[in-house]
């Protein structure tokens, strides 16, 4: 079953704009990851924030995680075009090396 | 990071019949993935394949419908097999990061299976 919600399923922004996107999952975890999906390809690994981590940067890209509400939020901050894409979350639980992943939000980034 | 090559890109195949993917990783790994992301939704394990063992199908998956070879350390194939409409959907294989965060994997670009 799908561990991670992402809201919102859609949005649209223009350039220059920050993009939020928030994940929900159910079970504890040892981590969360984000992911990023171009038109259907393979995915591309983006960050990683650890269970007892509250805030992770990589240069346009802030990331938090809150485990008391089970929750994670993905900005992107001054958008491009180029950041146009599916964006996932995924977790994974104990010593497991699998990741169960969210349902997505498609960004799209109007030039 | 390891550079992840599928055969086919894509495929349109008629009901009935099977296609094998296959999967070639440019570093020795351990755990390959494959994934099923049918469209418009999220990725769904279909199973785990170490070298020199059988693969670990999730719940909702079988082996007589998706079999999974792995012969060696850089390469796996997916087989979909008795294919219906309903198997229409991107295929992805993925391997573990070994160089950073092994909780990291590194995703091949996908095969685009319609099934008419």
């Known amino acids: 079953s799908q561990q991670g919600e992402e809201d919102p399923q859609a949005l649209s922004i223009q350039e220059g704009e920050n993009a939020t996107m928030n994940c929900s999952y159910k079970?504890?975890?040892?981590?969360l990851q984000w992911y990023r999906q171009n038109s259907g390809r393979g995915l591309v690994h983006l960050i990683l924030i650890r269970s007892n981590e509250r805030e992770k940067h990589s240069g346009r890209l802030r990331v938090t995680l809150d485990t008391s509400k089970k929750s994670s939020s993905l900005l992107i901050t001054a958008s491009r075009a180029a950041d146009t894409a599916s964006y996932f979350c995924?977790?994974?639980?104990?010593?497991?090396?699998?990741?169960?992943f969210g349902k997505g939000t498609k960004l799209t980034v109007n030039p | 990071s390891a550079v992840i090559s599928q055969k086919p890109s894509r495929d349109i195949c008629q009901r009935g019949t099977s296609l094998t993917i296959q999967c070639q990783v440019d570093?020795?790994?351990?755990?390959m993935f494959w994934y099923r992301q049918q469209p418009g939704q999220s990725l769904t394990l279909i199973a785990t394949?170490?070298?020199?063992?059988?693969?670990?199908?999730e719940s909702g998956f079988v082996i007589d419908k998706f079999p999974i070879s792995r012969p060696n350390l850089t390469f796996s194939t997916l087989t979909v097999s008795n294919m219906s409409p309903e198997d229409s959907s991107i295929y992805l294989c993925?391997?573990?990061?070994?160089?950073?965060?092994?909780?990291?994997?590194?995703f091949g670009p996908g095969t685009r299976l319609l099934v008419l």
């Open positions: 995924a977790t994974a639980q104990g010593g497991s090396e699998k990741l169960v």
């Open positions: 993925s391997v573990e990061d070994l160089v950073g965060h092994r909780e990291t994997q590194y």
């Open positions: 079970t504890s975890i040892n981590n």
């Open positions: 394949a170490n070298q020199g063992s059988e693969a670990t199908y």
């Open positions: 570093s020795q790994v351990t755990m």
